[in-house]
């Protein structure tokens, strides 16, 4: 992907809810590392954007199944983790590696 601001389009075409979280991700460690904490969570502090309404930008309960949702964020030159925070899903492998050049 080429720097600058971009928005992000996601549709669910899954059976469950889900959403999208963009986290920076520095050089050394790998996509799928982040510490899961005893929620099935992992921290979302620096988050550049979030798609989790239904039909609407931004935060909200989660992409409904069949339903999309979008994001506007600048994403200057490195990697991110996009990656799915509700509960469980991360360590269950909901997470992919984005580069941007």
């Known amino acids: 992907m080429t720097v600058g601001t971009v928005s992000l389009r996601v549709r669910n075409t899954g059976a469950m809810t889900y959403e999208l979280v963009v986290l920076p991700l520095s050089e050394g460690p790998a996509v799928g590392q982040r510490?899961?904490?005893g929620d099935g969570q992992v921290d979302e502090a620096g988050s550049l954007g979030e798609v989790s309404r239904s039909c609407g930008d931004d935060t909200g309960d989660g992409l409904a199944p069949g339903a999309a949702g979008w994001t506007t964020v600048p994403l200057p030159d490195g990697r991110y983790e996009l990656i799915c925070n509700l509960p469980g899903h991360y360590a269950t492998g909901m997470h992919a590696?984005?580069?941007v050049q």
């Open 97 to 99: 590696l984005l580069t």
């Open 35 to 37: 510490r899961v904490g």
